[in-house]
C-alpha cells in the first residue's frame, strides 16, 4: 500500500513512493509535502504533454478549483493552519510580504509585469474568478476563459519553481510555458482552431 506524504507547501500531494496521488486526495488537499513531490508532478505533466493523453488537463481543473475555492497550499494558509512560522510565510520574491494567494496571482512583481504587459487589468478582488477580468481588446471572448485559468497556472507553477527547483523565472518564460499549455490544449478545441491561434498569435508578439 502507498503511503501519502502530509502535505508542507505546493501544488499536488506525493506519494512516498513519487508516484502522483489519487485525483481526490489533491482535489481535498492540494499542496506539496516537498520537492520529491513537486518533481513526481512536473514530471507527470512532461508526459501528460508528450502522449496528450489529457493528465495535464485534470492537474488544470484541480488548480482551478483549488484557486476558485482559496484552497491553494499558500504559505499564508500554511501560516493560518499552524504549519508554518510568520518568519517562513513570507513571498519567496518579495521580502516582509505575505504570501497570500492575493499578493500571488495580484501583486507580486512576478504577477502584475506578466498582467500588465499582457493589458490585461486585475484586482484583488475577483483574483478568484480571473475570467471576470476583462478581456483584451480584439481578442476572441469565447475562449477567454481558458486562456485567463493558463496563465494563472503558469503564474502558480513559476512559484513553485522558484520554491523548489530554485528557478526564477521571468515574465518571458511563463508566457512561453502559457503557449505550451495552449499547444498542449489546441486539440480540445477543434471548432474554436482560429480562435486558439489568434490567442497564440498574441502572446508570442510579446516574445
Given at each position: 500500500m502507498r503511503r501519502l506524504m502530509p502535505v508542507r507547501d505546493g501544488d499536488a500531494m506525493a506519494t512516498a513512493s513519487g508516484d502522483l496521488s489519487p485525483m481526490r486526495t489533491l482535489r481535498r488537499r492540494g499542496g506539496f509535502e516537498n520537492c520529491l513531490g513537486y518533481a513526481s508532478w512536473t514530471t507527470g505533466h512532461q508526459i501528460a504533454a508528450n502522449t496528450e493523453n489529457g493528465r495535464?488537463?485534470?492537474?488544470?481543473?484541480?488548480?482551478?478549483?483549488?484557486?476558485?475555492s482559496g484552497?491553494?497550499?499558500?504559505?499564508?494558509?500554511?501560516?493560518?493552519?499552524?504549519?508554518?512560522?510568520?518568519?517562513?510565510?513570507?513571498?519567496?520574491?518579495?521580502?516582509h510580504e505575505l504570501e497570500t494567494d492575493a499578493h500571488i496571482f495580484v501583486h507580486c512583481p512576478a504577477a502584475s509585469r506578466l498582467w500588465s504587459t499582457l493589458g490585461i487589468h486585475t484586482n484583488e478582488h475577483c483574483?478568484?474568478?480571473?475570467?471576470?477580468?476583462?478581456?483584451?481588446?480584439?481578442?476572441?471572448?469565447?475562449?477567454?476563459?481558458?486562456?485567463?485559468?493558463?496563465?494563472?497556472?503558469?503564474?502558480?507553477?513559476?512559484?513553485?519553481?522558484?520554491?523548489?527547483?530554485?528557478?526564477?523565472?521571468?515574465?518571458?518564460?511563463?508566457?512561453?510555458?502559457?503557449?505550451?499549455?495552449?499547444?498542449?490544449?489546441?486539440?480540445?478545441?477543434?471548432?474554436?482552431?482560429?480562435?486558439?491561434?489568434?490567442?497564440?498569435?498574441?502572446?508570442?508578439?510579446?516574445?
Open positions: 495535464s488537463q485534470t492537474f488544470t481543473a484541480h488548480h482551478q478549483e483549488a484557486v476558485c484552497r491553494l497550499n499558500t504559505r499564508a494558509a500554511l501560516y493560518h493552519k499552524n504549519i508554518r512560522t510568520r518568519d517562513e510565510s513570507d513571498c519567496e520574491r518579495c521580502a483574483f478568484r474568478t480571473p475570467w471576470e477580468y476583462p478581456c483584451p481588446d480584439g481578442l476572441p471572448p469565447n475562449t477567454w476563459v481558458e486562456v485567463v485559468l493558463l496563465l494563472t497556472r503558469r503564474v502558480w507553477l513559476s512559484r513553485n519553481a522558484l520554491i523548489f527547483d530554485h528557478k526564477d523565472e521571468n515574465w518571458e518564460q511563463t508566457l512561453r510555458g502559457a503557449l505550451q499549455d495552449i499547444n498542449l490544449w489546441q486539440c480540445r478545441f477543434k471548432k474554436r482552431q482560429p480562435e486558439m491561434e489568434a490567442w497564440k498569435l498574441f502572446i508570442q508578439s510579446f516574445l
